[in-house]
Nanobody, 123 residues
Framework: QVQLVESGGGLVQSGGSLRLSCAAS????????MGWFRQAPGKEREFVSAISWSGANTYYADSVKGRFTISRDNAKSTVYLQMNSLKAEDTAVYYC????????????????WGQGTQVTVSS
């Protein structure tokens, strides 16, 4: 069992920045492919970004490419999402997710999910 706890959400003005963190516990963190997803009100949850076990490979949704950066610190069992140039349409609950395999994270069906953290961008 893996427990994921997100933090770092909040209210920010358009053009601002936030850094989300997701602390993992329960299993060897470096064995897990990690991802970030988000769900805006009235919309389905969508993929934002993913990072491979060692951090060597990263993936981004087109909507955030060039603005968001995913990273991980395996020594701290934590994955981060640095969000810059935030827009009103980035407003959503952001979820951290984990799976031992790559495919479930990329496809949006990872085994483990965090509880989510709210990000609100005011225009």
């Amino acid at each position: 069992q893996v427990q994921l706890v997100e933090s770092g959400g909040g209210l920010v003005q358009s053009g601002g920045s936030l850094r989300l963190s997701c602390a993992a516990s329960g299993r060897t963190f470096s064995n897990y492919y990690m991802g970030w997803f988000r769900q805006a009100p009235g919309k389905e949850r969508e993929f934002v970004s993913a990072i491979s076990w060692s951090g060597a490979n990263t993936y981004y949704a087109d909507s955030v490419k060039g603005r968001f950066t995913i990273s991980r610190d395996n020594a701290k069992s934590t994955v981060y999402l640095q969000m810059n140039s935030l827009k009103a349409e980035d407003t959503a609950v952001y979820y951290c997710a984990a799976d031992m395999a790559r495919s479930p994270v990329i496809s949006g069906t990872p085994r483990y999910w965090g509880q989510g953290t709210q990000v609100t961008v005011s225009s």
